[in-house]
């Protein structure tokens, strides 16, 4: 086993660090330069569409809002990693790599709004009135290759709601036993059973009702730990200077106290935040598919937050704490045991008891997301099966127990190569797209300029491939219009 292991993280980190990372800091700039900064440009229109009500629909429909949708992805983006991750990059790359998952973040939100956006477009209508759609759906929709989507989608679905949430159900249970002391297979089975029920009550509702639970859940969990890391902060303030100082110098030169070369304090945080906020990654755009917005654009604006609230917010809170408490992380522990430390130092021992909420609510909403993204391409392959639906739910439930119950390690490993293939599947589709991407950011941008509340009608852009959607302006915004265009949008290729 061990050697299973090791072969796998020697194989996937040179996958990782030679090939998937270049591609992703590239296509992020590439996007970058060519929607002129659309991440900080459109910073103000990202906080407008949260706000944004539902458009009416008809009475049998069920949609999302943009704000519920938001919720679903950052449930799923926000999870351990923010935590034990975050450990892990300063206790390897020293506060440097700090800076470099901002960077990360920055850039990364262009190929976000890219891929957000063009799963909205080549979003399908379920029978009861809500919105599927993510990278499977424009690969096969967009490009015309239902293999590369069909590729996808297997990978999505091995990766996110079977190994990712088994190992976040994992977490939760070592948190919860080590903080109340009852161990053994006992109390891993029991933790395990409440957690699958707890998952189960909420995924055999629906999308709309993951949606209700993570838009409660979310907010909450964003507040508690925002409120935890500014006190921890107030009590180290002396440190705040040295703090701040150590994240922008540490970022360009080799890190004495960690042994980081300047090469790996670069690659660790650059690494860590692309883990973090999967931009480019092509999950999150399962999620922006579900919303029910005016303007694909829109969506890929909140998506575009989404990575900014998981790493600049969430992911920032987690190194304030640590490198407040401990400004020097010579031999620091890695991964969340660091942020444990942390916390006890500056909270007391009870804090320990609290951390283990805070796990429970973000592993938790992360297993919800996870598993939406996996329903969505599970539908993506078997169309709308009640018993393939309902054998995925059973076994999307059946992951979270086995997960509490077996060692994580190797699976965490797997996952994550597996992730780096899906990665990479998406940022060609979204290269080959990317001209669709460009103009459906210019006609909002028109429309904007013209004073309205911008509207996508698919045969205004030219939109490659076949829609179920953005038809016509009545269609989209559910009011009754005189003359209304019939008939599908235009083929073609960008």
Same mark, same amino acid.
């Given at each position: 086993?061990?050697?299973?292991?090791?072969?796998?993280?020697?194989?996937?980190?040179? @996958?990782?660090?030679?090939?998937?990372?270049?591609?992703?800091?590239?296509?992020?700039?590439?996007?970058?330069?060519?929607?002129?900064?659309?991440?900080?440009?459109?910073?103000?229109?990202?906080?407008?569409?949260?706000?944004?009500?539902?458009?009416?629909?008809?009475?049998?429909?069920?949609?999302?809002? +943009?704000?519920?949708?938001?919720?679903?992805? =950052?449930?799923?983006?926000?999870?351990?990693?923010?935590?034990?991750?975050?450990?892990?990059?300063?206790?390897?790359?020293?506060?440097?790599?700090?800076?470099?998952?901002?960077?990360?973040?920055?850039?990364?939100?262009? +190929?976000?709004?890219?891929?957000?956006?063009?799963?909205?477009?080549?979003?399908?209508?379920?029978?009861?009135? /809500?919105?599927?759609?993510?990278?499977?759906?424009?690969?096969?929709?967009?490009?015309?290759?239902?293999?590369?989507?069909?590729? @996808?989608?297997?990978?999505?679905?091995?990766?996110?709601?079977?190994?990712?949430?088994?190992?976040?159900?994992?977490?939760?249970?070592?948190?919860?036993?080590?903080?109340?002391?009852?161990?053994?297979? *006992?109390?891993?089975?029991?933790?395990?059973?409440?957690?699958?029920?707890?998952?189960?009550?909420?995924?055999?509702?629906?999308?709309?009702?993951?949606?209700?639970?993570?838009?409660?859940?979310?907010?909450?969990?964003? &507040?508690?730990?925002?409120?935890?890391?500014?006190?921890?902060?107030?009590?180290?303030?002396?440190?705040?200077?040295?703090?701040?100082?150590?994240?922008?110098?540490?970022?360009?030169?080799?890190?004495?106290?960690?042994?980081?070369?300047?090469?790996?304090? &670069?690659?660790?945080?650059?690494?860590?935040?692309?883990?973090?906020?999967? =931009?480019?990654?092509?999950?999150?755009?399962?999620?922006?598919?579900?919303? !029910?917005?005016?303007?694909? !654009?829109?969506?890929?604006?909140?998506?575009?937050?989404?990575?900014?609230?998981?790493?600049?917010?969430?992911? +920032?809170?987690? =190194?304030?704490?640590?490198?407040? /408490?401990?400004?020097?992380?010579?031999?620091?522990?890695?991964?969340?045991?660091?942020?444990?430390?942390?916390?006890? /130092?500056?909270?007391?021992?009870?804090?320990?008891?609290?951390?283990?909420?805070?796990?429970?609510?973000?592993?938790?909403?992360?297993?919800?997301?996870?598993?939406?993204?996996?329903?969505?391409?599970?539908?993506?392959?078997?169309?709308?099966?009640?018993?393939?639906?309902? *054998?995925?739910?059973?076994?999307?439930?059946?992951?979270?127990?086995?997960?509490?119950?077996?060692?994580?390690?190797?699976?965490?490993?797997?996952?994550?190569?597996?992730?780096?293939?899906?990665?990479?599947?998406?940022?060609? !589709?979204?290269?080959?797209?990317?001209?669709?991407?460009?103009?459906?950011?210019?006609?909002? +941008?028109?429309?904007?300029?013209?004073?309205?509340?911008?509207?996508?009608?698919?045969?205004?852009?030219?939109?490659?491939?076949?829609?179920?959607?953005?038809?016509?302006?009545?269609?989209?915004?559910?009011?009754?219009?005189?003359?209304?265009?019939?008939? *599908?949008?235009?083929?073609?290729?960008?």
């Amino acid at each position: 086993m061990d050697a299973a292991q090791q072969l796998i993280e020697t194989v996937g980190g040179a @996958f990782w660090t030679w090939l998937l990372l270049p591609v992703v800091v590239i296509t992020g700039l590439y996007f970058t330069i060519r929607t002129q900064v659309v991440q900080i440009r459109m910073f103000p229109a990202m906080l407008r569409t949260l706000r944004d009500p539902v458009p009416n629909t008809p009475s049998e429909a069920k949609p999302i809002s +943009s704000f519920q949708a938001f919720c679903v992805s =950052a449930a799923s983006r926000v999870g351990v990693g923010n935590i034990a991750g975050v450990g892990t990059a300063i206790a390897t790359g020293g506060p440097g790599a700090v800076f470099w998952m901002w960077l990360m973040a920055v850039i990364g939100a262009s +190929s976000a709004f890219i891929e957000s956006t063009l799963a909205q477009i080549y979003k399908r209508v379920d029978p009861d009135g /809500s919105f599927r759609g993510g990278p499977a759906y424009y690969m096969q929709y967009g490009l015309g290759r239902r293999w590369m989507g069909i590729l @996808f989608a297997i990978v999505l679905v091995l990766c996110f709601p079977l190994a990712f949430s088994s190992l976040q159900a994992n977490t939760i249970t070592d948190a919860i036993t080590n903080t109340t002391g009852w161990t053994g297979s *006992s109390a891993n089975l029991t933790v395990g059973i409440v957690l699958a029920v707890l998952t189960a009550a909420v995924v055999f509702g629906g999308m709309r009702r993951i949606a209700n639970v993570a838009d409660k859940i979310v907010p909450i969990m964003a &507040i508690l730990y925002l409120i935890v890391g500014l006190v921890i902060v107030v009590i180290n303030i002396q440190n705040v200077p040295t703090m701040i100082g150590s994240i922008f110098a540490d970022a360009f030169t080799p890190n004495a106290a960690t042994g980081g070369a300047i090469g790996t304090v &670069i690659l660790i945080g650059v690494q860590r935040g692309m883990f973090s906020n999967e =931009a480019g990654l092509g999950s999150a755009p399962n999620a922006g598919a579900s919303a !029910a917005v005016t303007h694909p !654009a829109k969506q890929g604006f909140v998506q575009s937050l989404g990575v900014y609230f998981d790493t600049l917010v969430v992911c +920032s809170i987690t =190194a304030f704490i640590i490198l407040s /408490s401990r400004p020097d992380v010579t031999n620091a522990p890695k991964g969340i045991t660091l942020t444990q430390e942390a916390m006890v /130092s500056g909270l007391g021992s009870w804090a320990g008891v609290l951390l283990t909420v805070i796990i429970f609510l973000l592993a938790f909403s992360s297993i919800l997301g996870n598993y939406y993204y996996g329903e969505s391409n599970v539908g993506f392959m078997f169309g709308e099966s009640r018993t393939v639906l309902a *054998s995925y739910r059973v076994i999307a439930v059946a992951a979270i127990l086995v997960g509490s119950l077996l060692s994580a390690q190797l699976v965490w490993s797997t996952a994550d190569q597996i992730m780096g293939v899906m990665a990479l599947v998406n940022l060609i !589709a979204i290269l080959l797209l990317s001209g669709l991407g460009l103009r459906t950011l210019s006609d909002y +941008s028109r429309q904007l300029k013209q004073g309205k509340d911008p509207v996508f009608v698919a045969s205004e852009v030219g939109v490659p491939g076949h829609l179920e959607f953005w038809q016509s302006r009545g269609q989209v915004t559910g009011e009754p219009e005189a003359d209304a265009p019939t008939g *599908s949008a235009p083929t073609g290729r960008n």
